[in-house]
């Protein structure tokens, strides 16, 4: 996953690192109208610095709770209830790409204050959405096909004496070292085998592109929080992202459970989304003077990432999280899993659909 790993920090540090640089230094023609008193602008802060905390806990619960599947039974992979859980989750990342992120790209990449040529003239938002997503589906099909190949070369697989095998009833028992799990896996098949660690890898790169394609938009949401400097704006924006963090972290931390990533690694990417959005809102505390939010460098950058997450989350969700699950046969098996999935996707999309009332 290494490759995967580097992608996601070289786009975290774009994000964290040129992004605000370039927003808060370019000269705006097409600006808001902010003159705040003193007592409100301390107020604001106390505010921005209150969202931090609420942020960071709500996030880090979320992401937490699947990974707490070991203690928690009711949250393991193995109970029904996680088919239900996975699939509200699954519907909030939905609506997250397409009530909450899209419509916010396409009004950055449409705004007046960007010249009516070529921005006015072509929904480059909805381009960009699906570019992301061909290109999430490319990556997701080649790391898939590139760690099959490396974990399944027969060159890895140590020989077996066939007639000790015979003698000792095991007939076809082959030892795998799998790099997936860390260890030596013993089956009586070797297309069992296969078939779990092919799993096991699919789930490692669902879970890492999946973060991927939320951190960006976190940090985003979080910078526009931390810019903001109204209390009437931001005492919703404060409610609303603490839970769509709770949410969001609940379908990452799902993935990664099932994942069954080292404990180093499962550490390492909660605490990467858990940060995110309070980075963001600290760094946009700390551009906040500077910041012009309808600057065209700062529409267009805000506009292009958006519609980039918006094609990423969407793509997950619908591939990779949903139908996965629904066409499964322990879901098409059981009509009682399949009406409880269904039911927890509309609820889990009709919640976040109704958090963009206000944010």
């Not at 095998?165 to 095991?170: A, R």
């Not at 098996?333 to 206000?358: E, P, R, T, V």
Request: net charge negative.
């Amino acid at each position: 996953m290494s490759f995967l790993t580097t992608i996601i920090k070289l786009i975290f540090f774009y994000v964290i690192i040129l992004f605000p640089t370039l927003v808060s230094s370019d000269s705006c023609t097409c600006e808001t109208e902010q003159t705040k008193g003193n007592n409100e602008k301390n107020e604001a802060f106390h505010y921005k610095l209150g969202s931090i905390a609420s942020v960071l806990v709500c996030g880090a619960l979320g992401v937490s709770l699947p990974l707490l599947s070991k203690r928690i039974p009711i949250l393991s992979p193995k109970n029904d209830i996680f088919f239900m859980i996975k699939a509200f989750a699954a519907g909030v990342i939905l609506a997250t790409g397409f009530i909450h992120i899209l419509p916010e790209a396409f009004e950055s990449l449409n705004s007046p204050c960007l010249k009516e040529k070529p921005w006015g003239d072509f929904p480059f938002a909805g381009l960009v959405a699906m570019l992301s997503s061909i290109a999430t589906l490319m990556v997701d099909s080649f790391a898939s096909s590139y760690y099959q190949r490396r974990h399944f070369n027969p060159s890895k697989q140590v020989p077996h004496n066939e007639d000790e095998e015979m003698g000792d009833g095991h007939v076809g028992h082959i030892h795998v070292h799998t790099h997936a799990t860390h260890g030596h896996t013993h089956g009586s098949s070797n297309s069992s085998q296969d078939s779990i660690s092919t799993e096991l890898i699919r789930q490692r790169i669902i879970s890492q592109v999946l973060e991927l394609g939320i951190v960006v938009h976190s940090v985003i949401i979080g910078i526009s929080l931390g810019t903001a400097q109204s209390i009437d704006t931001i005492k919703p924006l404060l409610v609303a992202l603490s839970f769509h963090q709770f949410f969001e972290g609940m379908g990452l931390g799902g993935c990664i459970s099932q994942a069954k990533f080292e404990s180093r690694s499962t550490a390492i990417m909660a605490t990467f989304f858990s940060l995110t959005t309070p980075i963001g809102i600290a760094i946009g505390i700390g551009i906040s003077t500077g910041y012009k939010e309808n600057s065209p460098t700062s529409l267009i950058i805000e506009g292009v990432f958006n519609s980039a997450s918006a094609g990423i989350l969407i793509y997950m969700a619908l591939v990779d999280l949903l139908a996965a699950d629904f066409m499964s046969p322990r879901l098409q098996n059981n009509l009682k899993i399949q009406i409880g999935a269904n039911i927890s996707l509309l609820l889990g999309s009709g919640c976040m659909s109704l958090l963009a009332k206000w944010a």
